[in-house]
């Protein structure tokens, strides 16, 4: 099984949206709540390079914010990237 993470920030309608795909999905998945200022948000900078939320993790390999799993599930990448759902 895969280790997903997500980092996300209160208030996010990203964060939301990307959430949302996660549990469409069926998969098990760690939210962690990373608002500017925190040593998760800063966790969240120091593992992808990118400063915004939210991030996604699978493995410890990061696939990016919203945007980006969305184009990923929208090419057909996406399950198969979070464990062959």
């Not at 280790?3 to 309608?13: L, R, S, V």
């Not at 980006?68 to 996406?78: E, H, M, N």
């Amino acid at each position: 099984m895969s280790k997903i993470e997500i980092f996300t920030q209160p208030g996010c309608p990203y964060c939301v949206h990307a959430v949302d795909l996660l549990r469409s999905k069926g998969v098990a998945f760690q939210e962690i709540n990373a608002p500017h200022g925190t040593p998760e948000r800063e966790e969240a900078i120091a593992r992808s390079g990118r400063r915004t939320v939210p991030q996604v993790f699978v493995n410890g390999t990061p696939l990016g914010g919203c945007d980006d799993i969305v184009a990923l599930d929208r090419a057909g990448r996406l399950d198969s990237l979070l464990g062959g759902v």
